[in-house]
């Protein structure tokens, strides 16, 4: 069974940086997608960042030029690299993975078919 284990959440200023990671065990990913989502308390979770298993790369656009998704080289890892953090990024991020191989990116949360337990981000003014 697949299993994602993240790390790299904590406490930071705004316009810091932080980086996430997701290790996914149990079950081989890297032919499908992984990506990261978030949720804030009272909001809906959303997409964050996606990457098949191509490298090609989705971002929100309140993401976009800030963050940045990359895999490692046996595709098992997925790492988030957030730059110029925001009180708005505030969120808990979820790894995710989907068992997509082709077609549109990943954007929405209905497609997830695995997620990781959450990693806390917070950002202060």
């Known amino acids: 069974q697949l299993q994602l284990a993240e790390s790299g959440g904590g406490l930071v200023q705004a316009g810091g940086s932080l980086r996430l990671s997701c290790t996914a065990s149990?079950?081989?990913?890297?032919?499908?997608?992984m990506g990261w989502f978030r949720q804030a308390p009272g909001k809906e979770r959303e997409c964050v960042a996606t990457?098949?298993?191509?490298?090609?790369?989705y971002y929100a656009d309140s993401v976009k030029g800030r963050f940045t998704i990359s895999r490692g080289n046996a595709k098992s890892i997925v790492y988030l690299q957030m730059n110029l953090l925001r009180p708005g990024d505030t969120a808990v991020y979820y790894c995710?993975?989907?068992?997509?191989?082709?077609?549109?990116?990943?954007?929405?949360?209905?497609?997830?078919?695995?997620w990781g337990q959450g990693t806390q981000v917070t950002v202060s003014s």
């Open positions: 995710a993975v989907t068992w997509r191989t082709n077609g549109p990116p990943v954007t929405d949360r209905r497609d997830v078919n695995y």
């Open positions: 149990g079950r081989a990913v890297s032919p499908y997608v």
């Open positions: 990457i098949n298993w191509s490298d090609g790369t």
